[in-house]
């Protein structure tokens, strides 16, 4: 279930989408596997929002002239998948991201190229991800798996924890002066 609260790091939220099984895998293989390329995302979920938001423009320049969709309604749900096994995985992303992505899918659900729903939006863009990764950097072939607990370090998030620990220091430091 997504967080109602951004985390104190990052200021994202924990955003969850129904996937195939194997894309999470995947894309996460891709994105370990070209970290330290020049065009390299520093974490995963930092991937996952440069497509969310780069899909989502591809959508508002072919349907609404480059411009902004308005949000999608409270609770606005799509037509569930029937293509195979799929499983919940899910991203921290900026609340931004996910509403703009959300509106996109929200307002161009019904064109003809249109996704029917959320997650089959989030499948599709990492799937191109994933295969334009592989093209590029690996000969077309899928990436080694990467390491379960592979993690990228977000700089803006590490410098936000670093302002948000120096402040809880100086708090404690001061509370033990005035004991």
């Known amino acids: ?7 104190p790091a990052t200021g994202n939220r924990l955003r969850g989408y129904f996937l ?3 894309l999470h895998a995947r894309i996460k293989a891709a994105w370990w596997g070209t970290r330290d390329t020049a065009d390299a995302a520093p974490t995963l979920a930092s991937l996952v929002a440069q497509l969310l938001v780069a899909g989502a423009g591809r959508l508002e320049d072919r349907y609404n002239d480059g411009e902004p969709f308005p949000a999608a309604p409270d609770g606005a749900r799509g037509r ?7 499983r ?4 921290f992303l ?3 991201v996910h509403a703009r992505a959300k509106a996109a899918w929200w307002a161009t659900r019904d064109r003809d190229a ?3 729903s959320m997650s089959s939006m989030v499948a599709a863009l990492l799937t191109e991800e994933a295969t334009r990764l592989e093209e590029k950097y690996n000969a077309g072939a899928p990436f080694p ?4 607990g592979a993690r990228g370090v977000d700089p803006e998030a590490a410098r936000r924890q670093a302002e948000m620990m120096a402040s809880l220091w100086a708090e404690r430091s001061h509370a ?3 004991d």
């Not at 919940?88 to 991203?91: D, G, L, Q």
Request: no cysteine; proline share 18%.
């Open 1 to 7: 279930m997504p967080s109602t609260t951004p985390s």
């Open 20 to 22: 195939p099984v194997g």
């Open 80 to 86: 569930a998948l029937g293509d195979g096994e799929q």
């Open 88 to 91: 919940n995985h899910s991203y």
């Open 94 to 96: 900026p609340d931004a």
């Open 114 to 116: 249109g996704y029917p």
């Open 145 to 148: 798996e990467a390491p379960i």
């Open 176 to 178: 033990a002066r005035n």
